[in-house]
T-cell receptor, first 115, second 113 residues
Framework: NAGVTQTPKFQVLKTGQSMTLQCAQD?????MSWYRQDPGMGLRLIHY???????DQGEVPNGYNVSRSTTEDFPLRLLSAAPSQTSVYFC??????????????FGSGTRLTVV | AQSVSQHNHHVILSEAASLELGCNYS??????LFWYVQYPGQHLQLLLK??????LVKGIKGFEAEFIKSKFSFNLRKPSVQWSDTAEYFC???????????FGQGTTLQVKP
């Protein structure tokens, strides 16, 4: 089925470890974003991309890196995991900027725990 | 700085009651406004959106929202809620120029049967 695929669904990391959260979409969407969802904080934008090779920082970019080498993939890297990065991470994509046409299509999320 | 603020964090209603969830935004330039819903255990889905034109927009499942430019508000309404409306609701603001979409803190709606 077409959509946004995130892997893994669950992950436990030790403080200081690094890892990459994967995000892939098969809808040929130019615009992709990463969000983290925390209780009482809503969704906060980490990084976003307006096309292959173009990324920019969102509201909470510290501790995270992204790259966009292809239209389909937008991986999120945690450089040195910290307990404050325990969260649910959502990837989203759209065919128009900020989802101004049909809204964003969201992945099912990655639940990350840093111990 | 761009921001979206939702006033109600947790709302409890009985079935058939009317709903209004507040949303205010701060966003320079032309802004597009959205309401998303997240049902328990699911990911976000688009409820409705405002780009331009009629400030009263209708979405899925009987929801509507009114854009009031002078108040920087985009409140969500439903005349009669159902138990199945129990979910978390997010207001969001975005720009067609920057590609950024910013969300509010979310409102948890609990509808009692």
């Amino acid at each position: 089925n077409a959509g946004v695929t995130q892997t893994p669904k669950f992950q436990v990391l030790k403080t200081g470890q690094s890892m990459t959260l994967q995000c892939a979409q098969d809808m040929n969407h130019e615009y992709m974003s990463w969000y983290r969802q925390d209780p009482g904080m809503g969704l906060r934008l980490i990084h976003y991309s307006v096309g292959a090779g173009i990324t920019d920082q969102g509201e909470v970019p510290n501790g995270y890196n992204v790259s966009r080498s292809t239209t389909e993939d937008f991986p999120l890297r945690l450089l040195s995991a910290a307990p404050s990065q325990t969260s649910v991470y959502f990837c989203a994509s759209s065919s128009r900027p900020a989802g101004v046409d049909y809204g964003y299509t969201f992945g099912s999320g990655t639940r990350l725990t840093v111990v | 700085a761009q921001s979206v603020s939702q006033h109600n964090h947790h709302v409890i209603l009985s079935e058939a009651a009317s709903l209004e969830l507040g949303c205010n935004y701060s966003y320079g330039g032309t802004v597009n406004l959205f309401w998303y819903v997240q049902y328990p255990g699911q990911h976000l889905q688009l409820l409705l959106k405002y780009f331009s034109g009629d400030p009263l927009v209708k979405g899925i499942k009987g929801f509507e929202a009114e854009f009031i430019k002078s108040k920087f508000s985009f409140n969500l309404r439903k005349p009669s809620v159902q138990w199945s409306d129990t979910a978390e609701y997010f207001c969001a603001a975005g720009s067609g120029n920057t590609g950024k979409l910013i969300f509010g803190q979310g409102t948890t709606l609990q509808v009692k049967p």
